[in-house]
């Protein structure tokens, strides 16, 4: 019967809007109630029609004001009060998988705590006297736990309340004196205390890593949406160019056809007039036989002779025989011409086809990688590397299929060339470095510059010597120190001496690195910076009036 009454008072006392019982109610005119809150929303959402309730269906004109109904409110609350007074609900007893309160005796409540001290478990009305009586003050609460006899010594019979550092486990006090007592022991709470503080380090270090993660992840996001946006700024370029392209040819295709209609309205005009001089003169002709004819059948000779003198003479003729017929090849030489045309832009399209697949392949999402950390990782990324005939300067000997450079006293036969270096003893490769690369340079004694530089760094003057300017970066190597250059601004590096200068690129990525190469690999000096252009590998040698010749640096082939 109790339980039929709780259900009609949750009926009663309902919202049949969001079946709760009731909160803030109001009641509205045609005598139903229900949350304010909720009628209002309900009201709110057909704003564009009358309001109405929603059980009878009865429209308001204007719309109610609402106001709590105060006396309802009051029944609403005691409901509440006499609910919690009741009877448990079934949900507070301990179920299977709940931890039960040790002090119910029939069917058990769920524990709330369990009491680390006592260890024991107490529901919420057996739990009041750990917080109403002194006794328990120093008692530690806990959340409910079934493994509360995990904490009783088994030899004892003792709670653990220590730990043994040496044998990682708790002990109760007694064992701290007796098998455990040569061994490195605390309290629990101090070694929790301990491990506590440790654990909160980890702890800052897992959310510093977290961090980390999250703005790797942003990182990463933003890296997708540039690679979205050039990918269709790109696309929409290059259908620009190609409808420009496309214009242009069309174009040029009108220009033609106009300029064989021009000609072709001139040529035939030509042969027209002269058709027509051709016709008048047959015309001229035929009238003179025509004479000559009737003049030979007159049978009165002295007519005859009378009327020859009178016809008149022949004018100039336009004879057939100075004109030769062609084969019909009038035009047939523009045909070959754009013919010709036609070719050569295959020709251009096929190897700017080529070059433009390329720049797509090489389209390379670069994620955060660490620099190799052996030679063997460097060289996955080795590249064979040949200078430039046209960039050499003219003391310079070219040899090795074009990987050695030496220093010579006197000019070499070399043609003019706008690429080559004037002024300073240097030169660039050929190949353009974008990407990943790495590669080696083994060098003679004497002073060394091993760089990379843009290809439009100046070829005259001082200032277009590799590290003294901001097109060029490079390490200066001599016998017993290294010097990088930048920008003219001189760094002094210090590593181990060696012949052979290890050189490893990530374009994308901004970084340049050298290497000191022997039987292990030491980093000399790491760039870190924005590339603007493709990159190539150079060599300077120092000038000095007093310099010798014979100084050289190669490219190395690696396997």
Not at 488 to 494: D, E, G, L, P, Y
């Amino acid at each position: 019967m109790a339980q039929k009454g709780d259900q009609m008072d949750q009926e009663t006392f309902s919202c049949s809007i969001c079946l709760e019982v009731l909160k803030d109610p109001v009641t509205i005119p045609c005598g139903h109630s229900y949350c304010m809150n909720c009628i209002k929303s309900y009201w709110d959402e057909g704003e564009k029609k009358l309001p109405s309730c929603p059980q009878c269906r009865q429209t308001f004109i204007p719309r109610p004001a609402l106001v709590k109904n105060t006396m309802l409110a009051a029944l609403v609350e005691q409901l509440k009060k006499t609910r919690l007074q009741a009877a448990p609900a079934d949900h507070c007893y301990a179920g299977p998988e709940d931890v039960a309160c040790d002090f119910c005796s029939g069917r058990k409540l769920k524990a709330i705590k369990s009491c680390l001290v006592c260890l024991v478990s107490y529901c919420e009305k057996h739990l009041q006297p750990h917080h109403d009586s002194s006794s328990f003050k120093k008692h530690k609460l806990a959340d409910p736990s079934k493994n509360l006899q995990d904490n009783i010594c088994p030899c004892h019979g003792e709670v653990m309340k220590m730990f043994c550092r040496t044998d990682q486990k708790c002990i109760c006090y007694l064992c701290s004196v007796e098998e455990h007592k040569c061994h490195n022991t605390v309290t629990a709470a101090a070694e929790r205390t301990e491990r506590q503080r440790k654990m909160e380090v980890s702890q800052q270090q897992i959310q510093q890593e977290i961090q980390d993660r999250e703005k790797d992840v942003k990182l990463l996001q933003q890296e997708v949406e540039a690679i979205n946006q050039s990918a269709d700024k790109t696309v929409e370029d290059s259908e620009e160019i190609f409808t420009e392209m496309i214009s242009l040819l069309q174009k040029r295709s009108s220009d033609v056809k106009q300029q064989i209609r021009s000609q072709q309205e001139t040529e035939v005009r030509r042969v027209r007039e002269l058709e027509e001089k051709l016709q008048e003169e047959i015309t001229d002709l035929k009238r003179r036989d025509a004479e000559m004819k009737q003049l030979s059948d007159t049978e009165d000779h002295n007519q005859f002779l009378h009327s020859c003198p009178s016809l008149s003479p022949l004018s100039e003729s336009t004879h057939s025989s100075s004109f030769s017929i062609r084969p019909l090849r009038y035009f047939q030489d523009v045909t070959a011409a754009v013919s010709e045309v036609r070719g050569q832009l295959q020709d251009i399209l096929k190897e700017m086809w080529t070059n433009v697949s390329l720049a797509v392949a090489e389209v390379d999402v670069l994620l955060p990688q660490p620099d190799p950390t052996s030679r063997a990782g460097f060289l996955k990324y080795s590249c064979e590397i040949t200078l430039d005939p046209n960039t050499v300067n003219r003391y310079l000997l070219l040899s090795e299929e074009n990987r050695k450079v030496t220093l010579m006293k006197g000019h070499q036969s070399y043609s003019s060339h706008p690429d080559r270096f004037t002024d300073v003893r240097q030169a660039l490769s050929r190949e353009s470095l974008t990407g990943r690369h790495y590669w080696e340079v083994e060098k003679t004694e004497g002073g060394v510059y091993v760089a990379v530089s843009y290809k439009n760094i100046s070829r005259s003057g001082v200032e277009s010597g590799f590290g003294l300017n901001d097109k060029s970066w490079s390490l200066y190597c001599t016998s017993d120190s290294y010097v990088f250059m930048y920008n003219n601004i001189a760094t002094s590096i210090s590593g181990p001496q060696t012949s052979r200068i290890g050189v490893y690129l990530d374009h994308r990525a901004g970084v340049l690195s050298f290497y000191s190469v022997s039987e292990t690999m030491t980093l000399l000096h790491r760039v870190q910076t924005t590339f603007t252009q493709p990159l190539r590998a150079g060599v300077r040698f120092e000038f000095s009036i007093f310099y010798r010749s014979g100084r050289s640096a190669e490219f190395c082939k690696l396997k």
